[in-house]
């Protein structure tokens, strides 16, 4: 079997037992206090990579309109990569035989116990197990073999056959570490393990190489690898190891003759590598050995580190899933080899951007991987380790061009981590700066005091903190304009609008104000009439204000038109049109709006509830409105409110046109109804509906007293004498100012039933009045050209009631004839009574109302012979 023959060198490189892991400390939350870069020159990192393609991963969420902070760690599929690499002292490595045969267990480690580690005055030692009898043969084979010459030594190879043991490939991994071979600083003795002196006894050394081991205690097991030196003191921090491997195959014997060459395998150069062990600041204590001094059988201190990154205080260094270090360059063709180069590193859950050697880059760095450029921030500032890079949303980078918000991405998408999220010009919030949001252009410098088109084809226009307007009319160069809600510049166009709590008129440049002044005409975009306005001489309407004329303002500005109420209290104002503004307060009447009643005050104010008086008469209110047509009591005397309010005891006029009149019975609550009664001496009837009964003849036959009131063109027949009961009235038109008709008492007498008059012409069942002179006075229906009925003169029928006639008492058709018919003999007195508007008024019964023309309007209505 051959034998080959390995040197290892250990030497510890710049006193690195005191080098510790990085990534103890964080950066100071962004969402506690805004992060604020010191501005340093921008570094661009620039890396072709044409063979590997970068992953596509999800856009991160817009972090200008949500403001999402959460940042999502991101998965890894390889735990040998060496960008997310952390520590790993169990990972499985090919193991390095020992040069002796020693005790194993399954895992090929050399198994011994607490008391086999030895504390001397330099550090701990490892006493190798104990050895059977074959082991010590070949042991002894071994020195005697190691005590011959070279030359010896090799041609006693010469005869051994079978298969060759090939050592494994290193490989060289780069450094700019300086090495000092052949020396190394042993871990201090823990004060609490005693120092004891070791001299026959056999411990393993650099001549073993690095050894797995796996130590008993306290009925629990632990393995790991370590490496001593020359003295066989246990090594920790950094180390050099140099080992020297024969050819990777030997030629036979034969075949070394036949070409002139010793049959030995000669040796190659050795190799170097870089190797991490645990130091005592650095120890993990296992489980159950807590407050026990730190000892290899308590602790992994001296274990070689693995798939870990190291942190000198100055640069970072990473050893492989074999322990070996690897530089820069060698974990970036790896990653773009596996297609995962991003052009920084994880270490420990930062994220850093290497030089060559391992030293952190800070400040603005661009990085550009396949084609690709991405501004990222590296912290410079950190209370342990700078360079960690900055992904927490928005970061203050001021520079000599002013102040400067950037956002960079918090790694929702984990390929898009750290990013700076570059846009044109954006209004966006900036927690960290303050409430609002803020206008930045496309280099995150913000916008101050301007107006500015954004990216979103919107305008926005700031004040002198960069602030957006929202809500509000600005005044920008000569003009104003409107910014709404979400702080755009309105778009409305010749048009009005209500900005704010006013109204103004923009013209073709959206949003634009165009200044107005003294009155204006509000319209909708449909053209529809909406109210008028007042502008004063800034360009601003009147809201809320009285002026000296009597008009008044709304909140809204619009001119207040009829009902109105005002600080509690209601007004009534001249209703204006889209023709003209007039609205002027009423003050001191009585006003009538949309079937409704109003008392105004002096001062304008409408009367709210009550009873008032105006102008004589009585009305009572309920919420300013006068109240109708119900009984109301004053002063516990039962009344009635008529159509127009005024409280009336008596007579309630229902209907002039059509001559209906009702009575408060005053014993009791409401009209007379189904009786008669005497009111001012006068007897009157009343229907069931409290209605005044104009025609009682049929209850009293005669004999009758007539009496003509001239003044309100009435005739009513009296039941007696003493004219207190009329049971008729009769619509008569007397003569006129020049051909009167003669006042006094005079007698009726039946004449012709087609009675001839002047002209000539002929009026139906004429009644001579006695002794009236004239030549003749009757009663008689409208006068007609011939003795028909189908001559009638439209325009006189519709004159009676009203005087007309040469001195005659004209009636229509049907009362001529019941007179003519009833009233021979009886006494008729003509007089001239006091004037009444109403109609249902005149008369104790009212004029009786006139029966219209029909059909062809040539005959009387009335005329029982038609």
């Not at 006493?127 to 090799?154: F, H, S, W």
């Not at 071979?181 to 001549?207: C, G, H, I, K, L």
Request: aromatic share 12%; proline share 4%; glycine share 10%.
């Amino acid at each position: 079997m051959k034998r080959r023959l390995v040197a290892v060198t250990l030497s510890l490189i710049m006193t690195m037992a005191t080098v510790s892991e990085a990534g103890a400390a964080a950066f100071t939350s962004p969402d506690t206090a805004p992060a604020v870069a010191t501005q340093t020159d921008a570094e661009e990192v620039n890396v072709t990579e044409e063979t590997s393609e970068t992953g596509t991963s999800e856009t991160e969420a817009d972090a200008f309109s949500d403001g999402d902070d959460g940042t999502a760690v991101p998965s890894q599929e390889q735990t040998d990569d060496a960008f997310t690499a952390g520590t790993d002292t169990a990972a499985a490595l090919p193991d390095e035989t020992p040069s002796t045969a020693d005790a194993t267990d399954a895992v090929g480690a050399a198994v011994v116990k607490a008391e086999d580690w030895v504390s001397t005055e330099n550090g701990f030692k490892l006493r190798k197990p104990a050895k059977n009898q074959d082991t010590a043969n070949t042991d002894d084979q071994k020195a005697a073999t190691a005590a011959l010459p070279d030359e010896e030594m090799l041609s006693e190879t010469d005869g051994f056959s079978g298969d060759q043991t090939e050592s494994s490939e290193t490989a060289v991994a780069e450094t700019d570490t300086t090495a000092v071979t052949a020396e190394v600083t042993a871990m201090e003795t823990p004060a609490a393990t005693d120092t004891v002196s070791v001299t026959n006894e056999e411990f393993y050394t650099v001549a073993d190489g690095i050894v797995k081991v796996s130590t008993e205690y306290k009925g629990e097991t632990h393995t790991g690898y370590y490496l001593f030196d020359e003295e066989g003191i246990l090594v920790t921090g950094q180390a050099e190891v140099k080992e020297k491997s024969s050819a990777d195959e030997e030629p036979t014997s034969d075949a070394a003759q036949s070409a002139g060459e010793d049959a030995a395998g000669e040796e190659t150069e050795a190799q170097a590598n870089q190797s991490y062990f645990t130091t005592a600041d650095e120890a993990v204590v296992y489980t159950g050995c807590e407050g026990e001094a730190i000892t290899p059988y308590t602790s992994t201190v001296g274990q070689q580190e693995k798939s870990v990154w190291k942190w000198t205080g100055t640069y970072f260094q990473y050893y492989d899933e074999n322990g070996n270090l690897e530089t820069i360059a060698q974990l970036e063709a790896k990653a773009k080899a596996a297609g995962t180069y991003t052009g920084y590193f994880k270490i420990n859950e930062d994220y850093y951007c290497l030089d060559p050697e391992g030293k952190p880059q800070t400040g603005e760095i661009t990085l550009t991987v396949n084609g690709e450029s991405n501004l990222y921030y590296f912290d410079p500032a950190s209370s342990d380790i700078p360079g960690k890079m900055f992904h927490n949303g928005w970061l203050r980078s001021d520079t000599t061009k002013g102040e400067r918000w950037l956002y960079f991405k918090k790694g929702n998408v984990p390929a898009d981590i750290g990013k700076y999220y570059k846009r044109g010009v954006v209004a966006t919030a900036i927690p960290e700066k303050g409430t609002g949001a803020y206008l930045l252009d496309a280099n995150g410098y913000v916008l101050k005091s301007v107006m500015k088109k954004a990216q979103n084809g919107a305008y926005y226009c700031t004040d002198s903190n960069g602030q957006i307007y929202r809500n509000k009319l600005v005044k920008y160069g000569n003009f104003r304009y409107y910014f709404g809600s979400n702080g755009k510049r309105a778009t409305w166009t010749k048009r009005w609008a209500k900005a704010g709590d006013h109204y103004y008129y923009f013209g073709s440049t959206p949003g634009r104000v165009v200044e107005k002044h003294g009155w204006q005409k509000l319209v909708s975009t449909s053209g529809k009439f909406l109210g008028w306005l007042y502008f004063d001489s800034k360009g601003n309407h009147y809201t809320d204000k009285w002026t000296s004329a009597g008009y008044y303002f709304k909140p809204s500005g619009k001119l207040a038109s009829g009902l109105t109420e005002i600080d509690g209290k209601k007004y009534i104002f001249e209703s204006s049109t889209s023709a003209e503004h007039k609205g002027k307060v009423y003050k001191s009447t009585m006003v009538r709006y949309k079937k409704k009643w109003y008392i105004a005050s002096s001062k304008g104010s409408l009367y709210k509830s009550g009873w008032r008086k105006y102008s004589g008469n009585y009305y009572y209110l309920k919420e300013c409105v006068v109240q109708t047509n119900q009984f109301m009591k004053k002063n516990g005397v039962n009344g009635y409110l008529d159509a127009n309010g005024k409280y009336t005891r008596g007579w309630v006029i229902v209907s002039n046109a059509k001559n209906l009149v009702r009575y408060i019975d005053p014993s009791g609550n409401g009209f007379a109804r189904n009786k008669s009664m005497r009111v001012n001496g006068i007897l009157y009837y009343f229907d069931s509906n409290g209605y005044r009964i104009t025609d009682l003849t049929n209850r009293y036959r005669g004999p009758y007293s007539v009496q003509v009131d001239r003044v309100n063109g009435v005739m009513t027949v009296y039941a007696d004498s003493a004219r207190t009961i009329p049971v008729k009235t009769i619509r008569v038109s007397v003569g006129l100012a020049g051909t009167p008709t003669p006042t006094g008492d005079f007698t009726l007498s039946r004449s012709l039933r087609w009675q001839p008059l002047m002209g000539p012409s002929w009026g139906q069942y004429g009644t001579h009045v006695d002794r009236a002179g004239q030549g003749g006075i009757f009663v008689h229906s409208v006068a007609c050209g011939q003795a028909n009925s189908y001559n009638l003169p439209a325009g006189e029928y519709n004159k009676l009631g009203s005087p007309a006639s040469h001195g005659c008492i004209r009636t229509c058709v049907a009362d001529a004839k019941w007179v003519y018919e009833n009233c021979n003999g009886a006494p008729i007195s003509i007089i001239d009574g006091k004037y009444k508007a109403d109609d249902a008024m005149k008369g104790p019964l009212g004029k009786k109302a006139l029966t219209p023309l029909r059909g062809a309007a040539n005959f009387d209505p009335t005329d029982p012979a038609v």
